[in-house]
T-cell receptor, first 114, second 115 residues
Framework: DAGVTQSPTHLIKTRGQQVTLRCSPK?????VSWYQQALGQGPQFIFQ???????QRGNFPDRFSGHQFPNYSSELNVNALLLGDSALYLC?????????????FGPGTRLTVT | AQSVTQLGSHVSVSEGALVLLRCNYS??????LFWYVQYPNQGLQLLLK??????LVKGINGFEAEFKKSETSFHLTKPSAHMSDAAEYFC?????????????FGTGTRLLVSP
């Protein structure tokens, strides 16, 4: 049973560029959440997708957008990259309505903006 | 709003010694609490969780945590540290609304284990 997978593993972009990160949830899960983890910090919630709609959003600008596909996979898009967007981006999947309240995390995508 | 405070950005112990990582939370509703571990260049792995019921929770790798409502704490302990326990540990509280939850994390504690 495959867990949460993310691609790519690492990415280097230049300021002002756009980036797309991808996530496939754990088998059986229908909800995907994205977190940003800056160096030396705890993960910060970006947004969450369920039934192809954004259900919750953290305190991130509109430059951060996402999408969820019918197969529950998800993309995170960041436009007009800033140096401060350099971070580890984590995807977490879960099952809506589950009593376990667990989120399963992928290995992350390390984004470096130069 | 929910929040988490982890006291001590670094904790150093000797192999075989007791591990104690501190976590205090703030929550306007009965909290769901989690401890995650992160090894270098990896994602987060769930160690244990508290939702309801027994306040002493046992997790993987010999870790356990006790939910103390009166102290708003959820400290993580392990009786005897192993070298393989060296990692970053994050405490998190669940922020639930409209049937969906997000996790609010602390800033993490790096556990260093010396021989």
């Amino acid at each position: 049973d495959a867990g949460v997978t993310q691609s790519p593993t690492h990415l280097i972009k230049t300021r002002g560029q756009q980036v797309t990160l991808r996530c496939s949830p754990k088998s059986g899960h229908d909800t995907v959440s994205w977190y940003q983890q800056a160096l030396g910090q705890g993960p910060q919630f970006i947004f969450q997708y369920y039934e192809e709609e954004e259900r919750q959003r953290g305190n991130f600008p509109d430059r951060f957008s996402g999408h969820q596909f019918p197969n529950y996979s998800s993309e995170l898009n960041v436009n007009a990259l800033l140096l401060g967007d350099s971070a580890l981006y984590l995807c977490a999947s879960s099952l809506a309505g589950s009593a376990s309240y667990e989120q399963y995390f992928g290995p992350g995508t390390r984004l470096t903006v130069t | 709003a929910q929040s988490v405070t982890q006291l001590g950005s670094h904790v150093s112990v000797s192999e075989g010694a007791l591990v104690l990582l501190r976590c205090n939370y703030s929550s306007s509703v009965p909290p769901y609490l989690f401890w995650y571990v992160q090894y270098p260049n990896q994602g987060l792995q769930l160690l244990l969780k508290y939702t309801t019921g027994a306040t002493l929770v046992k997790g993987i790798n010999g870790f356990e945590a006790e939910f103390k409502k009166s102290e708003t704490s959820f400290h993580l302990t392990k009786p005897s540290a192993h070298m393989s326990d060296a990692a970053e540990y994050f405490c998190a509280v669940s922020d639930r609304s409209n049937g969906f939850q997000k996790l609010v994390f602390g800033t993490g504690t790096r556990l260093l284990v010396s021989p």
